[in-house]
Structures are given as C-alpha cells and as structure tokens.
C-alpha cells in the first residue's frame, strides 16, 4: 500500500512526459511515395535559395529575409553575423527543422527540398549542430546506429579526428569500447567522424568547432578540407580564422546578407566583414 501511491506517482510523470511528444504538430510525412529521394541525390552539391523567408511564428519579425543565393557544388561558404542575425535559422531551414511560416524554397542539385519526404531526405546531407548528442552506451551505437558500416570504418574514421584515444583503452580490443565522459568539444569531433564515414555532398556545420581549442580547430578545419574537398560546405563561424579560407563569406544581419564575397575583397572593401576582422569581435 505504501509502494503503490509512489509507483503511480512515478508512472504519471511518464505520462506527462509521453504527452508532451505526442502534443508535438508532425512536421509533415516522412516519406513521399510519388517523390522519393533519388539514391545518388544530391550528386553534385548545388544549393540553391530561392526569396527564402522565415519566421518563428505569424506574429514574429522575420528571421530570414528573402533569400536569394546560388552556392556552386564543391563552394565553401563562411557564416558570420552577429548574434541573432539569423545564421541557425539559415541551417535549421535547410534540414526543414522549420516547417510552418516558411516561403519561398531551397534546391538542392535541383530539387525542392519541400517536396521529399523529411525521413528520405534529411540523412542524404551532413550536419555538425551546435550542441551534438551523444547516446548512453557504445561508441557503435553512437557512431553506427543501424549497424551499416565495418569496425574497420569506424577505427579509420575515429583515428583520422584524433577521438581513437578517448576510447577506454581495455575496450580497444573489442572494438565496441565505451567512451568516457567527453566534453562538448569531443562529442563534436565524434559529430565530425560520423560525417567522415557517411561522406555526403552538402555539409553544414554549424558552429562545429565553437567548444574546441584553437589547435584542435585547426586541425578539424584542415580535416575537413581535405576530406571533403569536392563537397559544399556551409560553415557557420563563431572564430574568425575557422571560416578565412573559405571561397566566399556571407555576413548576415537581421536576416538578410549584408555582404558576400570572397574574405579578401571583403577586407579590401573595408565593410561590416572587414570591421570584425578589425575587431576580431567574434
Ligand atoms: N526558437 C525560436 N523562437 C523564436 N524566435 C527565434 C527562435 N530561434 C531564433 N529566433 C529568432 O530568430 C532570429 C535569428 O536567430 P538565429 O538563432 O538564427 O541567429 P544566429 O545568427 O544563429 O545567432 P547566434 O549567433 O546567437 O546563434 C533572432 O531574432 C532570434 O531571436
């Protein structure tokens, strides 16, 4: 009699918690029959935005602004702006993270990206987000959930961003270690070995390496660049020297792209990008 009060208590809490998924709108079908994702797409990475606007409500100003912007296959595309100026929103509106209050559209080699299924679509393009998660238990299961690729993959990828050693060293033999307790700044390197191994055409990392050192950010940018040479890759910065080489630079401001262009004809035009550089206010 004294257990069963306190179970119900306990189960109930469940319940609200099983509520409050199931009150979350579905954000629209998860496959499309008649318009599934084409088993190569997206075969070149050519990302297209087309008058894209956002908010996060119907009473809210708009977060994006009408974007219109062609980025080439292969481009690497710097993001700054200041806080607020709508950089996330940018990458959340290319995974439809958002779905309502959202006009105009996103083309990816092509195809409007509103039209596939968000379950068919959203694993063909790479993501590190600001905060990645990691799971309770294995690497494998946090690198490799559905079991699709060897332990040789893994091994070869964990090596290549330097996390092979974070592994518990008496469960290295096994292959399925456990990985310590890791820092944001390592659960973001493993965020970088699943792109290793799934290798797609369009990357966004937003943020990626805001919570690494300076060396180890170097050394993720320089991993990056070389192992996705041939990939487009929209690079959301928080330090100045993480986005320098990339082909072009889009300063955001208040949702709208306040300058564009490669890093050093922007400095040489002395604007807003050549002010925080001034500044190094980021
Ligand atoms: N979940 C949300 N609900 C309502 N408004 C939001 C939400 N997320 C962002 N916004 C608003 O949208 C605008 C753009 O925000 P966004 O997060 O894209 O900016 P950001 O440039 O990524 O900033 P930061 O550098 O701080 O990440 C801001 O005015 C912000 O207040």
């Known amino acids: 009699m004294v257990d069963v009060p306190s179970r119900l208590q306990e189960y109930s809490e469940y319940v609200g918690t099983f509520r409050q998924f199931s009150d979350i709108k579905a954000e629209g ?20 935005f087309k008058s894209l606007s956002v908010k ?15 980025i080439r296959p292969g481009e690497k595309i710097g ?30 080699d092509g195809c ?23 799971f309770i238990g294995t690497v494998r299961r946090n690198l490799d959930p559905l079991h699709e690729f060897t332990i040789e993959d893994m091994w ?31 659960q973001q390197l493993f965020s970088l070995c699943r792109l290793l191994m799934r290798k797609r055409k369009v990357l966004v990392l937003d943020e990626a390496t805001a919570d690494v050192d300076q060396e180890t950010d170097r050394k993720m940018q320089e991993l ?4 996705f040479s041939d990939c487009t890759v929209l690079t959301i910065a928080h330090r100045l020297d993480t986005i320098m080489n990339s082909d072009r630079i889009i300063v955001m401001e208040k949702g709208e792209i306040a ?6 004809e922007l400095i040489a035009n002395g604007g807003m990008f050549a002010e925080l550089v001034k500044a190094n206010a980021f």
């Open 29 to 48: 079908p998860y496959i499309v029959e008649g318009n599934r994702v084409p088993r190569e797409w997206p075969h070149n990475g050519n990302v297209e």
């Open 56 to 70: 996060y409500g119907a009473d809210q100003n708009y977060a994006l602004k009408n974007l219109n912007l062609t």
């Open 79 to 108: 993001i700054v702006g200041r806080t607020g100026a709508g950089k996330s929103t940018l990458a959340k509106a290319i995974f439809r993270l958002l779905n309502e209050n959202v006009e105009g559209s996103i083309e990816i």
């Open 112 to 134: 409007d990206t509103a039209k596939f299924g968000v379950g068919d679509f959203r694993p063909k393009l790479g993501i590190i987000p600001q905060e990645s998660t990691m």
């Open 156 to 186: 070869a990828a964990m090596i290549k961003c330097g996390v092979a050693e974070l592994i518990e060293p008496e469960r290295k033999r096994k292959p399925i270690g456990v990985a310590k307790k890791s820092s944001n700044g390592q």
């Open 224 to 227: 990056i660049r070389s192992e």
């Open 259 to 264: 300058e564009i262009g490669p890093p050093q």
